[in-house]
Structure formats: C-alpha cells, structure tokens
C-alpha cells in the first residue's frame, strides 16, 4: 500500500527564524530516514509543496513542488487543500481548514501568554485558528512539555490529543565558525552574548538596561539580531552604548565563532515553546545563562545557570560567578554538550514518522 503524504511548504517563502529551522531540519531528517529505509518510510510518499516564488531545498528523496502565485495564508487555506495527497504534515504552527488528516505542530501558546508581543492583527487571527485546527486535525505536535501543557491550560487543544517532538541539535555541529572582522572584535572572556528579537517576550530590554553596570565591572554586551523600534522603543543608535556591540543578524558561521571565544549567552525570555539558542550555544561549548521560566529549565536541566527573568541583578551575579570560576564553566561546557545529545533530529523525524504511520491504520498507538 502506497501512503502519500504532503508537507506544508509555506516555511520556505519566509524568514529563517526557530519555527522555520524546525521545519527545515524535521524535512530533512524525514529525507534521510527514507533514504536508510526506515520501516516506518516503507510505502511512504513525501511530496513538499511550496508557493511558486519558495527558496530551494536540497533534498534527495522528498520531492518539491511548487503551485499557486498566491502566498501566505490565502496560499494555505486556498491552494494547498487541492494538492494534499492522502495526509498533510503542518510544521510552523498553522495548516488548511479544510485538511482533516493532518498533523500540526504547534510551537507554543504564547499569543495567549504574552500577547503584546503581536500585533492585534496577527493575535486576533491566530487566536481564532489555531484553536480550531486544534480541534480539527488527526494530531497535534508540539516542541516541549511546557508547551503541551500551556496548549491543554488554554483549552487550546485537549492533552491526549498532543504528541511532544522537540528540537534537535545536529544542525549547529554543522556549523563551521569563522569571525567576521565584527564577531572578532566583539568577542571576548568578557563578552555576554545576547539575542536580540523584535518580541518584548524576548525581555532583551533588561540585559541592555543593565550595559552601565555591566560596563562597571568589565562587561561587554554582543547583540546579535535585528533591532526594532517596537522592543526598545527607541532607534538602534541609542543603544548603542560603549559596552555593547551592534551585530545585527549574523551567518551560522560567524554566530559560532562568536559562541566559542565569549564568555556566554545570555537567554533571558520570559516564555518560550523551546528554547533553541541556548542549546545550539551548548553544542558549540559555550555556557548559557538563562530564564528560570517556561521550557528553559526542561530543555537545559543541570547545564545551565538560571535566572529570573524579572530580577536583573541575578543575571549580573551569574556573569560574575561564571567569569570568576573556571571550574564551573568548564563542567558547564562538558555537561551542555551531553544535555544537547539528548535533542536529535533524527529521533524527532522518527517521532512524525510514526504519527503518520497511526494516521494511516499501520500501527496503533501505545
């Protein structure tokens, strides 16, 4: 028996952010597991539709086809139902209606919990969407128990209905570091790392709030992303401040090599369906300071130091100590590495694999 499943395309018309780097490496798993001859892949047919104007993606048995000059959600709700062959596989938090056997993943339930991080627009909409295809997809996948549990509080999606397929780690080994002359001058045994993000949830204002009193004792701040008026409520000149440097959006490469000669990175969110930054930090050796919030503590568990994110002095002690003791950052470094294996791909595409396995009557659920 042949089984045909599409993928949702949609992720690769948009930026490269967490969701869309979820999507990106669960395809590729899946195209690797097919090409080993997987057991659960026999009889299997993946097929990934895109918009027309989508970007490339290097696959070697799952093949990509693009239809519609449409895009964004009308391209979801209109086009895509036509081209589903017998499942649909929905990765970036959204899907068509009109697909009954489909299978989402949703990443968390933060447009309820941090709301002023969205537009009205794009909160009003998700809130009605998301809750329906809840309910009317075969399955429901998410990042983290954090986030199974936030989607069941909500009453977004009923628990037994969620499936948990995390994030993996093997993309960051990929990276190879290389400085650019920016990433080299940042970079120091001094330099916190700090993901910038257009998304107060982010809570990257506090650590920029505390650059004097950083700078007072040594700190230097590495802002890496796209800044925005809508977080700092300022232009970006006017954080630029003698101790914190202006990166912008950086390459993998130059991220890694960033990582590697810094003295941390700093993840300071008050809610997060994941959490990946801090575990691509940890497969490059680099020890992470991070919120006592959310899904944190569950994907870094002992290999990391915490912090509320609402107490910034706490995020200035973990510098110090982290800075003042070799020991301890070395047994960070050695534990993030073994807490970051334990986050693979591979595993998370074996995890879809089976749901659509389920879907299609070939196994039953444990």
């Known amino acids: 028996m042949i089984r045909r ?4 395309g949609r992720f690769l018309t948009q930026p490269l952010n967490g969701v869309q780097r979820y999507a990106h490496e669960i395809v590729s798993a899946l195209d690797r597991l097919i090409a080993d001859r997987h057991p659960l892949a026999r009889g299997l047919e993946l097929e990934l539709v895109a918009p027309t104007h989508a970007e490339d993606c290097a696959l070697n048995q799952i093949a990509l086809r693009r239809v519609g000059e449409s895009s964004g959600q009308v391209w979801e709700q209109m ?6 062959g017998d499942g649909l596989l929905c990765l970036c938090n959204t899907g068509p209606l009109r697909v009954r056997k489909q299978i989402l993943c949703i990443h968390d339930a933060n447009v309820w919990a941090f709301p002023q991080s969205y537009s009205l627009q794009y909160r009003l909409f998700h809130r009605l969407l998301v809750p329906l295809l809840a309910r009317s997809v075969a399955r429901v996948a998410t990042v983290s128990s954090y986030s199974a549990s936030e989607l069941s509080r909500k009453s977004i999606c009923a ?25 080299r001058q940042a970079a120091s045994s001094n330099t916190v790392i700090v993901l910038g993000s257009p998304a107060p949830h982010k809570n990257i204002g506090m650590l920029l ?3 004097p009193q950083l700078a007072a004792i040594g700190f230097r701040l590495a802002l890496v992303g796209e800044l925005d008026s809508r977080v700092f409520q300022s232009p970006p000149d006017a954080v630029a401040k003698p101790n914190v440097a202006v990166l912008g959006r950086l390459s993998d490469s130059e991220l890694a090599a960033l990582l590697i000669n ?25 020890p992470v300071v991070v919120s006592d919030r959310a899904s944190l503590p569950e994907i870094c568990g002992a290999a990391a130091l915490y912090a509320p994110p609402d107490q910034p002095e706490a995020w200035i002690d973990a510098f110090k100590q982290l800075r003042a003791e070799p020991a ?4 960070l470094v050695a534990m993030g590495r073994e807490r970051a294996k334990e986050f693979s791909w591979s595993s998370s ?18």
């Open 328 to 331: 301890l950052r070395f047994n």
């Open 5 to 8: 499943w599409t993928i949702n």
């Open 159 to 183: 628990a037994d209905k969620i499936t948990v397929i995390p994030c993996g780690h093997e993309h960051a080994l990929a990276w190879v570091p290389k400085h650019s002359e920016e990433t």
């Open 349 to 366: 595409a074996e995890a879809y694999l089976t749901e659509m396995a389920i879907a299609d009557g070939v196994i039953e659920r444990p």
């Open 79 to 84: 086009t895509l139902p036509g081209q589903v």
């Open 262 to 286: 810094s003295l941390c990175l700093a993840f300071p969110s008050f809610v997060e369906g994941f959490g990946l930054p801090p575990l691509e930090a940890m497969v490059l050796g680099c």
């Open 209 to 211: 709030d505390l650059a």
